[in-house]
């Protein structure tokens, strides 16, 4: 924003304001950073606003937001049955579509046989192997890869930073402010970082406030 101020910042005040009138955000494009914007802040509608019209996207929790632009697509890896459903669930109000896998080679072969996410959430631990030993071959493809774990400390957040993987989050897991992250790591793999200055040169670990650990933009 031009006073400096992150739009979610703006965002999650209006959320926790106790109002009772319905949030909109209007945006001048509809990407996954915006989806995760409206679902972080709860916002109802999304609008769009282009050459000076705003025109209406609906409801900003439906399962593709707006039905003639399909949201951006996520892979969610995890052998917890209940992870994986609430991440579903979380992705999809956010306007995203969701593919689940329980272990690696379900998931190699989806990624040999069709074109690759915008985004693979890895755990760390599976049944059939380490994910950070896999993040690379989901990066080479152009996925923005988020690894999750129990254990992100320095050690696995340098191996995961190592393998490609732009964000590292500790579980318990936030299902919003996953999503969110899950958003600006799209972002970051596609060269424009827009929760920070758009100059952004690449990833360092700085520990989270909200006990996960991330790879974050200098």
Known sequence: MRDGRHPAQVLGRLRDGGERAELVLVATRNDAYVAGLASVAGAKRILLATDGTVTGYGDAHARHAPETIPGP????VDDSPAIRLLA??????????TTEFEALHSVQGALA????????????????GNGLHHAREFVERGAAVIMLSNLAGPEQVE??????????????????????????????????????????????????TNGTATLEAI
């Open 113 to 128: 046989e069709g074109p690759a996410p915008a985004a693979v959430v890895l755990d760390v631990y599976l049944p059939d």
């Open 88 to 97: 579903r669930s979380a992705f999809q109000r956010a306007g995203w579509r």
């Open 159 to 208: 191996q995961a930073f190592a393998a490609g993987a732009i964000d590292i989050v500790a579980k318990p897991l936030d299902m919003r402010s996953l999503v969110a992250r899950v958003a600006r790591a799209v972002d970051q793999a596609s060269g424009t970082d827009r929760l920070g200055d758009g100059n952004a040169v690449g990833p360092s670990y700085s520990p989270a």
């Open 73 to 76: 697509e996520v892979w969610i």
